[in-house]
């Protein structure tokens, strides 16, 4: 057995000009200082890469996805898979993205309600009357100093005389702004107000620790103040450790660490520019921002149960997809495989083998039609077989009636014999015979055996052969009436009722130029003399049909010339494509047209007519003439 194997090398192969131009100018550009020329280098290596990657790729890709298994696969992978990851992906991005936004977002707010203290501050400072105004803003600071450790009051009078309450320093700030502030390096949070009404500013600092950034949300997570850009800022040290420091191991696999920042806007009032950013830092964990948020929020927390219930039911319906997608594809690539096997088999000529067939659907249909057609096709070879076999019989038939047949000439000089017989099928049942019998005297015979085929051609050989031994018995007293009245006991004795032929048996006397003839219900001899057509006579039954047939004899004077034509119906009943027969008629014409020419051309007159007649180069039935002429 031979076995194929598959190559896996890519089937082609890169110009050896162009390899050789790559070569040429990669070698120049290591000995050249050009940058130029190395550029062009390597663009030219890096465009050759590329082209053979993709043409290597797309080599690959199509030998891994021959086969339908595969095929299916991949299809199904950017169908179905890579779309749900895709999908998966993005939400799992957003949801943290959110999440992280979600804490920012929180933190950020504290720090501006934290910072808005401040200058909800300014507003009690401002609404001091005048005449206790040291006194009262000195307990407000005192109050507000309980809340923002190290907290500044600076307060200018109309008199220009200004106030100080805890250790301000010496700046002179914005008009009216609240926010962060960076003084000599130091963070600070602080408002600023100008009143132009009392021609007084009111300006509050507190410096920012890390304790101030570690408790805007501790349930959230890590909260911390980075300097942006290239500007840079320190925060307090206060010696305080009331900050988390860490969010802490995951609670679960999807209580990831979530990292998220936003700028704030920062002043640095001793820097000539003024205007900064510092990035707030928030870490957190998916667990803390889901508590935060499910926990402020009852009606999400009453939703909680139809959530896991959705997300249970679409992670039911995903499995079930998958199981279906894989089911269905591994049904038909199991029966793309087994077919192809199958006909890989077919290929090898085995046709006994058999797909299995599973289910009802078109693939199993589709089994069904393999299997149905490989048994037609192993029955139809063994019919081929069959048929092979009875044409090497019929042809070794063929070859033995033709060695019935006469294969010589009879040597008489007063007349010119031709026979042709032309079998519709490999083996004929027309019978020609003509057997000299010394003294100038001539046996003709010429028969049509009912039927066609093997049995036919048998029932002319019993034929042929009883009238050879009848005429050795008889070769004294020859007599055409008593050799057809044997040949008919002889058929009608050793065959079945339905066998019987046709038979014309004549005797030709070279002396007399007297032709003695029995017709046995065969089709009447047509005679050509002097530009006329006679039909000689019919004498009895056909042989083989009734024990008790009579038969009686016709005498003919054979003139110089005359023309006697002896022929089967295979001749006279051809049909055309509408059915009409040749006939007798036409015959006649043909015959009388041929009167005179030479016998294989009175033949060959009759065939082309019939063929011509008949427009189909297959014989319809079995067509057989015996011709005599008179010298």
């Not at 950020?108 to 309600?113: K, L």
Request: glycine content about 6%; aromatic content about 8%; some cysteine.
């Amino acid at each position: 057995m031979t076995v194929q194997a598959r190559v896996w090398l890519p089937p082609f192969r890169l110009p050896e000009k162009l390899l050789a131009a790559a070569a040429v100018l990669w070698i120049a550009s290591w000995f050249s200082a050009s940058a130029g020329l190395q550029l062009v280098a390597w663009i030219f290596v890096t465009i050759m890469a590329v082209v053979v990657s993709i043409r290597v790729g797309r080599f690959y890709i199509s030998k891994l996805i021959w086969r339908l298994r595969n095929r299916l696969l991949v299809a199904f992978l950017f169908i179905a898979v890579i779309p749900i990851g895709l999908v998966i992906a993005l939400g799992t991005t957003w949801v943290r993205a959110i999440s992280g936004q979600f804490a920012v977002h929180l933190a950020r707010m504290e720090m501006d309600n934290r910072l808005h203290r401040l200058n909800e501050l300014i507003d009690d400072v401002e609404r001091v009357p005048a005449g206790k105004s040291f006194d009262t803003i000195a307990d407000l600071w005192k109050n507000a100093s309980v809340r923002f450790t190290g907290l500044s009051i600076s307060v200018s009078a109309p008199n220009g005389r200004k106030y100080n309450f805890g250790e301000f320093p010496a700046i002179k700030g914005p008009a009216d702004q609240t926010g962060l502030f960076v003084i000599n390096g130091k963070l600070f949070g602080g408002a600023f107000r100008h009143d132009p009404a009392l021609q007084r500013d009111v300006a509050v600092l507190a410096p920012l620790d890390r304790e101030f950034f570690g408790t805007l949300a501790p349930s959230v997570g890590v909260v911390s103040l980075l300097p942006g850009g290239e500007r840079t800022f320190a925060l307090h040290d206060t010696g305080s450790s009331r900050y988390p420091t860490d969010v802490g191991p995951p609670s679960a696999w999807w209580d990831v660490e979530l990292l998220r920042g936003t700028q704030i806007p920062v002043t640095y009032i001793d820097s000539p520019e003024g205007e900064g950013f510092a990035l707030l830092a928030v870490r957190s964990r998916m667990a803390n921002v889901v508590s935060i948020l499910f926990s402020q929020a009852n009606e999400l927390g009453s939703l909680l149960p139809l959530l896991y219930l959705l997300a249970a039911l679409i992670l039911t319906a995903e499995i079930v997809s998958l199981f279906l997608g894989f089911s269905i594809s591994r049904t038909i690539t199991a029966a793309v495989h087994e077919l192809y096997e199958g006909t890989e088999r077919v290929m090898r000529g085995d046709f006994t083998h058999r797909i299995p067939v599973r289910g009802s659907e078109q693939i199993a249909d589709l089994s069904r039609s393999f299997n149905t057609m490989t048994e037609n096709v192993e029955r139809l070879l063994k019919v081929s077989k069959e048929n092979e076999r009875m044409q090497a019989e019929l042809e070794i038939a063929r070859r033995v009636q033709q060695q019935l047949f006469p294969s010589q000439m009879p040597h008489v000089e007063t007349l010119e014999i031709r026979a042709v017989c032309q079998p519709a099928r490999q083996v004929s049942g027309d019978y020609y015979d003509y057997q000299s019998l010394g003294n100038g005297k001539l046996v003709l015979a010429l028969g049509d055996v009912a039927g066609k085929g093997i049995s036919a051609a048998l029932l002319m050989a019993s034929l042929q052969s009883t009238l050879r031994v009848q005429l050795r018995e008889w070769q004294s007293d020859v007599s055409t009436e008593r050799l057809v009245t044997g040949l008919n006991q002889h058929l009608f004795l050793n065959t079945t009722p339905e066998k019987y032929a046709t038979f014309f048996l004549a005797l030709y006397d070279e002396a007399t130029g007297i032709l003695e003839y029995t017709n046995a219900g065969h089709l009447p001899p047509l005679l050509i003399r002097a530009g006329t057509v006679t039909r000689l006579d019919v004498n009895g039954m056909v042989v083989g049909a009734f024990s008790a047939s009579q038969y009686d004899s016709s005498r003919l004077q054979l003139q110089s010339g005359d023309l006697l034509v002896c022929y089967t119906d295979g001749v006279t009943e051809l049909e055309n494509e509408f059915s009409e027969q040749f006939g007798e008629e036409r015959l006649s014409e043909v015959l009388l047209r041929a009167a005179r020419v030479s016998l294989d051309q009175v033949e060959s007159a009759v065939l082309d007519a019939a063929a011509k007649f008949s427009g189909s180069p297959e014989a319809q039935d079995d067509l057989t003439m015996l011709m005599l002429r008179r010298t």
